[in-house]
């Protein structure tokens, strides 16, 4: 039970250091500390299933492609502008009210599931499967059509213009 | 296996929902305060975990499997939304030499 807390006290604080350090390239290694929390929170909840995809996609795909734009553009030093003391006070009131807004809205709701666990292991890879691969077979299949998508354009966008250059 | 299933039964569900709203609310609050597109961008991905762990306490709580198969399909979309979104400040970088967002005012309008 402790471990749950812990666990969510680091993710809230790698999380404060991911918006809150000047480094662009501190930043994104505090990113990955924030996933592989989650990656425990995801064994957590025994969905051993999103915690090994969790971990390939974030703390691998993800951060190699934030990695190497941050080298490729040069942007490891903490020389970015930052936002008048004025703008950062009234960003933060207005994340302070969403927060409110949102445990309030919490505490309206019914804890009667509170305690309600399976013991089946829906998380598996097995049982994910079949229902991946039974139900949202259609959904599944779109979405490699978004992946080539995305590939296209992502290399359409980053490639050089030669014409205009 | 029974170790972890006795831990999580005694976490109450609104814990996790608690934490969540923190996760998501801090994101909010790094697009709100910072100008740098690529931190911007990384407080976005921060939003999206929330919400993916949310879905998944969700699931497990309920006994329900298709909100881990939800998580799946965002996890998909968030790989393919950072290859094009980098992709774009790629292109923003090498036109003005810089991240910084008030760059970009003239977007609006």
Not at chain 1, 3 to 26: D, G, M, Q, R
Not at chain 1, 135 to 159: C, H, Q, T
Not at chain 2, 11 to 22: D, T
Not at chain 2, 68 to 83: N, S
Request: net charge neutral; with cysteine; aromatic share 10%.
């Amino acid at each position: 039970m402790s471990l749950f807390y812990v666990v969510a006290f680091l993710s809230i604080i790698f999380a404060l250091l991911v918006i809150f350090t000047k480094n662009p390239v501190h930043s994104v290694l505090y990113l990955i500390a924030t996933f592989f929390t989650f990656t425990i929170h995801y064994i957590i909840l025994n969905a051993q299933f999103l915690a090994v995809v969790n971990f390939i996609v974030y703390m691998g795909a993800i951060m190699v492609l934030f990695l190497f734009v941050l080298m490729l553009m040069n942007l490891n030093k903490d020389t970015e502008p930052m936002k008048s003391t004025l703008l950062k006070v009234v960003g933060a009131i207005a994340g302070g009210c969403l927060l409110v807004t949102l445990v309030g809205s919490m505490k309206t709701l019914s804890s009667a599931s509170t305690t309600a666990m399976d013991n089946t292991g829906i998380g598996l890879v097995e049982n994910l499967g079949k229902v991946l691969f039974s139900d949202f077979l259609l959904p599944f299949e779109l979405s490699s059509i978004l992946l080539l998508a995305a590939m296209v354009g992502a290399v359409l966008l980053a490639k050089r213009d030669n014409k205009t250059a | 296996m029974e170790n972890i299933t006795s831990t999580i039964q005694a976490v109450p569900l609104n814990h996790y929902i608690l934490l969540s709203a923190i996760i998501f609310t801090i994101g909010v609050i790094g697009v709100l305060v910072r100008r740098n597109a690529i931190i911007i961008f990384m407080s976005v991905e921060l939003m999206l975990n929330a919400v993916n762990l949310l879905l998944a306490a969700f699931s497990s709580y309920s006994g329900d499997a298709s909100g881990q198969v939800f998580v799946f399909f965002i996890m998909a979309l968030a790989a393919a939304e950072v290859a094009v979104g980098l992709a774009i400040i790629v292109m923003v970088y090498r036109n003005t030499s810089s991240i910084d967002i008030n760059i970009l005012n003239r977007l609006k309008w």
